[in-house]
């Protein structure tokens, strides 16, 4: 079946976050903390900046897995949280998640979350069997082994799940023709990929130089 070729964008799309807990951030080995850390408010500023809805889901605070991020909640505000009470796997199981889920209007899901083995492996076929139009973002999302989480990302893939990065999301939503002249990226960028920021200041720097 060929893939949708439409561009993603906020009237099409909607972001979801899955069990970014500070438990389990303790035991991520697939990615490192602070580029893991990055990369999630990177993502979650671009679905803000663009326009897409959220829909935000953890367990309960007080369990061993805790709350969200401190980084992730001061980025989403006062955005809501789902709380699934029952923590299950797949977060369509969750009927409070599946409706928040519902109200976005959209039918392509964008997901990022912890674990890539576990809850967003499950909660992203959960939404395959709901009719959605899944993509993954591969760079937001963990777990406790480079393997497991490969061969999680894999069994995605071949279910028919689309794996993306933020960063190429950020690109794509760019490409509306709203966000034309926007500098929302070039924000993004400075905040969330100072390599980047750095080439294209040297870049012109030299442009400049050549010029005088």
């Not at 500098?183 to 993004?188: C, F, Y």
């Amino acid at each position: 079946m060929p893939m949708n070729l439409e561009p993603l964008s906020g009237d099409n799309a909607a972001v979801v976050l899955v069990d970014y807990a500070i438990g389990f951030a303790n035991v991520l080995r697939s990615t490192e903390l602070g580029e893991h850390l990055n990369n999630v408010v990177g993502l979650t500023k671009t679905a803000q900046l663009y326009g897409l809805p959220l829909v935000v889901t953890n367990g309960i605070d007080s369990r061993p897995s805790g709350p969200l991020y401190p980084e992730l909640a001061e980025v989403l505000g006062d955005t809501p949280v789902v709380v699934r009470p029952d923590a299950a796997f797949n977060s369509f199981l969750d009927e409070g998640f599946a409706r928040a889920v519902r109200e976005t209007g959209r039918r392509r899901l964008i997901i990022g979350g912890i674990a890539t083995d576990g809850c967003v492996l499950q909660t992203a076929l959960g939404a395959l069997r709901e009719g959605y139009e899944v993509y993954v973002v591969e760079d937001v999302t963990a777990t406790t082994t480079v393997r497991a989480h490969e061969m999680a990302i894999q069994r995605m893939i071949m279910s028919g799940i689309v794996p993306i990065t933020w960063w190429s999301l950020a690109a794509e939503l760019q490409l509306d023709p709203k966000f034309k002249d926007s500098p929302v990226r070039s924000r993004l960028m400075a905040a969330h990929q100072p390599i980047m920021m750095m080439s294209g200041r040297t870049f012109l720097a030299g442009a400049a130089t050549r010029q005088s």
